[in-house]
């Protein structure tokens, strides 16, 4: 079974910086994509963790300060790729995580709508 098969929760696109502590060591990378319960880490060093192993997952997006942070299991950790599958996400990370998702789903003909549209200001009242 392959690891998309495993996956409970679709994955997204999701390019932001982030931290991955395990212990004292804190290790700098990239977030690549998300999904409601887990993340891809792009480590800038290689990394050589194994699955089972708890860390830190912190979170950061469009030049602010920290989004959020989670506690994170590493589900597996192959050529600078770290598969983290996410628990006790904190409020902001939560929503941060279902704006993605959301923007994700979407169909794209509501996308597409104009706002006065969206609005009811295209209809006329009988």
């Known amino acids: 079974m392959t690891t998309d098969e495993r996956r409970r929760f679709p994955r997204f696109p999701f390019h932001s910086r982030g931290f991955l502590s395990i212990g004292e060591r804190q290790h700098l990378g990239s977030i690549l994509d998300v999904s409601l319960k887990g993340a891809l880490f792009s480590s800038a060093e290689p990394l050589d963790l194994t699955p089972g192993t708890v860390c830190r997952l912190e979170i950061y997006h469009a030049g602010q300060e920290e989004v ?59």
């Open 68 to 126: 959020g942070a989670a506690t994170a299991v590493v589900a597996y950790c192959r050529e600078g790729l770290v598969g983290l599958e996410l628990h006790d996400v904190d409020a902001a990370t939560g929503g941060v995580l279902a704006r993605v998702v959301a923007m994700n789903l979407g169909v794209s003909s509501l996308l597409e709508r104009k706002l006065p549209d969206m609005l009811g200001a295209g209809e006329t009242v009988a």
